[in-house]
T-cell receptor, first 115, second 114 residues
């Protein structure tokens, strides 16, 4: 049982390049999330999805796009990378539930550097 | 603007000591308060959580104290061990149904010396 798997683990881009980060979960969770983690700022929500084919904006969505074509996969795209997008990116998933307090399960992150 | 303020940024404790991390919030719509633990190179994982109608929750050596009137909550780690060395994030949950989201504090890097 792999849980949440993120690929790649590391990547260096040049300003203006594009790339896609992949998140895959094998827990059949409905909800998936993309966060970025920056020093002194904790984790900030970029986009999230409450089911296949649906996406919504989080706290810091500018410069990113997402897609959830399959329930198990959530893709984060950077169309034109900027140095401000240098960060560690985390994907998470959780099941729905009556209280909404089910814990989020996180992948191990993608460390992205934009030169 | 950080909706959940966390302190200290870093903390060094001797083995066997008590580690205390504090968080404060302003938005009274927050209704659930989890703590996540993150080891280097790994993603955060849920450690312990509390509802605002409870003043304290204890799980083993980890205790959350919650003060609703002050809008503050804290994590206490008793008998701290080197294996507890990690980054700790407090968080607060808001929203209903599928829109329910976590807002994280800025994190505290805990080092427990042997």
């Amino acid at each position: 049982n792999a849980g949440v798997t993120q690929t790649p683990k590391f990547r260096v881009l040049k300003t203006g390049q594009s790339m896609t980060l992949l998140c895959a979960q094998d827990m059949n969770h409905e909800y998936m999330y993309w966060y970025r983690q920056d020093p002194g700022m904790g984790l900030r929500l970029i986009h999230y999805s409450v089911g296949e084919g649906t996406t919504a904006k989080g706290e810091v969505p500018d410069g990113y796009n997402v897609s959830r074509l399959k329930k198990q996969n959530f893709l984060l795209g950077l169309e034109s990378a900027a140095p401000s997008q240098t960060s560690v990116y985390f994907c998470a998933s959780r099941p729905p539930g009556p209280s909404g307090n089910q814990p989020q399960h996180f992948g191990d992150g993608t460390r992205l550097s934009i030169l | 603007q950080q909706q959940v303020k966390q302190s200290p940024q870093s903390l060094i404790v001797q083995k066997g000591g008590i580690s205390i991390i504090n968080c404060a919030y302003e938005n009274t719509a927050f209704d659930y308060f989890p703590w996540y633990q993150q080891f280097p190179g790994k993603g955060p994982a849920l450690l312990i959580a509390i509802r605002p109608d409870v003043s304290e929750k204890k799980e083993g050596r980890f205790t959350i104290s919650f003060n609703k009137s002050a809008k503050q909550f804290s994590l206490h780690i008793m008998d701290s061990q080197p294996g507890d060395s990690a980054t700790y994030f407090c968080a607060a949950t808001i929203g209903g149904g599928s829109a329910r989201q976590l807002t994280f504090g800025s994190g505290t890097q805990l080092t427990v010396l042997p």
